[in-house]
């Protein structure tokens, strides 16, 4: 049997695409396999949610002021609120007689592989036990209702869980080998997704870093093979503690067993819908690398985000749920539109954990992902590739790898607490559009970045923490997505990129940093062809 690390480092290898030659994938489309983006559990009692209410809701600039929203009752009525920020239909796109719908989290080729659960026990309007969700009907599905021991505590007061899963197929249906990847950035980008909901509320949301993969799928009962039958399975990422509260010292020692031993011994229902009818290809090498990085139960991360000075200020005055609701990916950037440098240092000042704040409180270990920037249109500063590095220790390691030409600039006017660096000036748009498969996006915007992983020294502590790197990419993705809103621009993810030519271009010679995402951000054209539709009008729900 291969090494579990050496079976991630192969795969990752093996899909990288090349200036020359892409990962291997299917070649073509085969439309009558593809997947339904809906996963239902037939026979699960429904539980209609009620859709968010207008009225006054908290600014965007507000979710990163500790303590300033005051935290909603935990009810069904909220648990829906966080649902449908998270994960729910944010608007459906018409083009002849196509339909689709966007969300709230985006996704690789909008294919959202990514299915979310609840867990939830003792909320008076809601039954314990464990429920899917539908976000096209915004409903939940009752997988399980939990027969515990009465007065037994199954989670903290004032808390639920939310489960993330992610049906690989979906993906690797259009991307082929390549898919695994694209999972694990749309994972990263529900989790953040489910912390900025979390913080609409004034709640906190943390990722259950001990659980194994093992104790989610016995929670979420993705191992009960009879309930997938000819379905395709859904693969266990994470578990997420939301509190409705200030979290007290004991959450910290909170465990999962007395959940997944009430899991375990309940009754469940519901029979999971087939996806394809048929599957033209199998892609094994997902599996495989998908079991590589199985995760055993781990000690808990503990690690403390340093105190920076205040977030740099926006004049955005948005409500957060109308900056959530409206993000969107560009298709295709203006080429003209500038950002001031203020608001560059903004979003740069955002992917920095800082505590008590959304999302990086959400994912509880030291920043492992840097930032190669390929600045176009920033005012006063020199267009050319730049650096940011979020954490302080990471400069030497880089400066012993990166060619001896570089600059190494600290950019003059950038607050301190910014590690930004200018490598080199120039023109970068022609690189940055090449190395990311040749799309115009990567050019045409404000700027464009590659996400810079501490890859190898990262995976000696287990070969699942490849997953979550590019989880926490996915989260940068998010909160780039989410500032760009904010700052009158669009954003876009792009998982499509000449991996070892970025590596080249940064004269990075081996495997100790890897670039796993890349972001691009500018002035967004919008496609006049295509009709917007409200979110929710066909459910006639209130
Ligand atoms: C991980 C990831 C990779 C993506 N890669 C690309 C890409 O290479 N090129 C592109 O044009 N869009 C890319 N996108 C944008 C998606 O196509 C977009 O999120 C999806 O169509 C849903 O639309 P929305 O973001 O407007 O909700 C990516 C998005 C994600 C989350």
Request: some cysteine; charged content about 20%; proline content about 6%.
């Amino acid at each position: 049997m291969t090494d579990p690390l050496d079976a991630v480092l192969a795969y990752h290898q093996r899909t990288k695409h090349h200036l020359h030659r892409y990962a291997t994938g299917p070649g073509g489309l085969d439309w009558a396999s593809q997947p339904d983006p809906f996963r239902q559990f037939a026979g699960s009692p429904p539980l209609e949610l009620p859709l968010l209410a207008d009225g006054a809701h908290p600014r965007y600039v507000d979710l990163y002021r500790p303590g300033w929203i005051a935290p909603q009752a935990l009810t069904l009525t909220t648990i829906a609120a966080l649902l449908e920020l998270a994960f729910g239909i944010s608007a459906w796109k018409r083009y002849g007689d196509s339909r689709w719908a966007l969300r709230c989290n985006p996704s690789s080729g909008n294919l959202h592989p990514t299915e979310a659960y609840v867990v939830v026990a003792g909320i008076a309007d809601i039954d314990d036990g464990v429920r899917h969700y539908v976000s096209r009907d915004h409903r939940l599905e009752q997988r399980c209702r939990f027969d515990s021991a009465p007065g037994e505590r199954l989670l903290p007061p004032d808390s639920f869980l939310v489960g993330i899963t992610s049906i690989h197929w979906r993906e690797a249906w259009k991307y082929g080998e390549r898919a695994y990847r694209y999972c694990q950035h749309d994972a990263g980008h529900a989790i953040a997704t489910v912390r900025y909901a979390a913080a609409t509320l004034g709640w906190r949301a943390r990722l259950l870093s001990s659980v194994s993969d093992a104790d989610i799928s016995a929670l979420l009962g993705l191992d009960r093979d009879a309930d997938f039958d000819a379905a395709e399975r859904e693969h266990p990422d994470a578990l997420l503690l939301v509190t409705a509260r200030e979290p007290a010292a004991a959450d910290g020692a909170f465990e999962v067993d007395a959940c997944v031993r009430a899991a375990r011994n309940s009754q469940w229902q519901g029979q999971a819908n087939p996806l394809s009818p048929r599957h033209g290809h199998d892609w094994p090498v997902i599996d495989e690398v998908a079991l590589a990085c199985t995760k055993p139960r781990t000690q808990e991360i503990i690690w403390q985000a340093p105190t920076l000075p205040e977030p740099l200020g926006n004049d955005c005055g948005q409500s957060a749920i109308e900056i959530i609701k409206q993000r969107r990916s560009a298709q295709a950037f203006d080429g003209a539109t500038s950002i001031s440098a203020h608001k560059f240092y903004r979003m740069l000042d955002m992917t920095l954990p800082r505590p008590a704040t959304p999302p990086w409180d959400a994912i509880g270990w030291e920043p492992r992902v840097h930032l190669a920037l390929f600045v176009h249109r920033v005012e006063s500063l020199a267009p050319g590739l730049y650096l940011f590095l979020r954490n302080g220790h990471v400069e030497t390691a880089l400066r012993a790898e990166l060619p001896a030409e570089f600059e190494w600039q600290r950019v003059q006017d950038c607050p301190a607490h910014l590690r930004l660096y200018r490598l080199a000036a120039g023109d970068a748009r022609a690189a940055a559009r090449t190395l990311s498969c040749h799309q115009d996006i990567a050019a045409d915007g404000a700027f464009s970045l590659g996400m810079l992983a501490e890859y190898e020294a990262s995976l000696t502590h287990g070969p699942w923490i490849y997953r979550q790197l590019f989880w926490e990419t996915g989260v940068l993705g998010q909160v780039l997505y989410l500032e760009a809103e904010a700052a009158g621009v669009r954003g876009t993810g792009i998982g499509c990129y000449f991996d070892d030519a970025v590596h080249e271009l940064l004269g990075l010679k081996d495997r100790a940093f890897q670039s796993l995402y890349h972001f691009t951000t500018g002035g967004a054209l919008t496609d006049s062809r295509l009709q917007t539709l409200p979110a929710y009008a066909h459910l006639k729900r209130s």
